[in-house]
């Protein structure tokens, strides 16, 4: 039974950092590439960056590039996601999925079910 | 970035209903294109992937169809699992989602 948890949202006041984690299981997350998705209140699903299975690869959305830092450590079968100096803009449900790939490209799978990062002082 | 479009943005049904769901994308995309329904207060979940391929799991009555810039999912029977809100993504260029399209009765 595949199950996927995120954590470490909260709470935290423009400029900060956060730290969220991404705990798998029921599936090879070691061969899985994985991703962060986000969902501002109201709004429309935003990609925020890609890992591959091996962590030797990583690719991140412009609203984010030189912000955050995706991660992982295949030995606790955990995905990370380092976001520093945070905006308001950043204000979101963060979930992470697992790589879904076919011959036309790229879909997520497994979804957490989030954990919420409000940034405002 | 490849924008998406949805319509309608939302619809009403009944139950037994078909349900017809059109995406847009802004430049062609060949069949790099994705379906996932999203209830409330709940991650989204994988339905059609490559624009028609159904994911394992997934019911038959949901269908997609169509490639370049223009798709569509289709819902044969609406249950009253299916009131959800769905949205379409591209992966053709950076990944995008579509705004939704929310189900309801």
């Known amino acids: 039974q595949v199950q996927v948890v995120e954590s470490g949202g909260g709470v935290v006041q423009p400029g900060r950092s956060l730290r969220l984690s991404c705990a798998a299981s029921?599936?090879?997350?070691?061969?899985?590439?994985m991703h962060w998705v986000r969902q501002a209140p109201g709004q429309v699903l935003e990609w925020v960056a890609l890992i591959s299975y091996d962590g030797s690869s990583k690719y991140y959305a412009e609203s984010v590039k030189g912000r955050f830092t995706i991660s992982r450590d295949n030995s606790k079968n955990t995905l990370y996601l380092q976001m520093n100096s945070l905006r308001p803009d950043d204000t979101a449900i963060y979930y992470c999925?697992?790589?879904?790939?076919?011959?036309?490209?790229?879909?997520?799978?497994?979804w957490g079910q989030g954990t919420m990062v409000t940034v405002s002082s | 970035d490849i924008q998406m479009t949805q319509s309608p943005s939302s619809l009403s049904a009944s139950i037994g209903d078909r349900v017809t769901i059109t995406c847009r994308a802004s430049q062609t995309i060949s069949s790099y294109l994705n379906w996932y329904q999203q209830k409330p207060g709940k991650a989204p979940k994988l339905l059609i992937f490559a624009a028609s391929n159904l994911q394992t799991g997934v019911p038959s009555r949901f269908s997609g169809s169509g490639s370049g810039t223009d798709f569509t999912l289709t819902i044969s029977s609406l249950q009253p699992d299916d009131f959800a809100t769905y949205y379409c993504q591209q992966s053709y260029g950076t990944l995008t989602f579509g705004p939704g399209t929310k189900v309801d009765i």
């Open positions: 029921g599936f090879t997350f070691r061969t899985s590439g």
């Open positions: 999925a697992s790589h879904h790939g076919s011959d036309y490209g790229t879909a997520f799978d497994n």
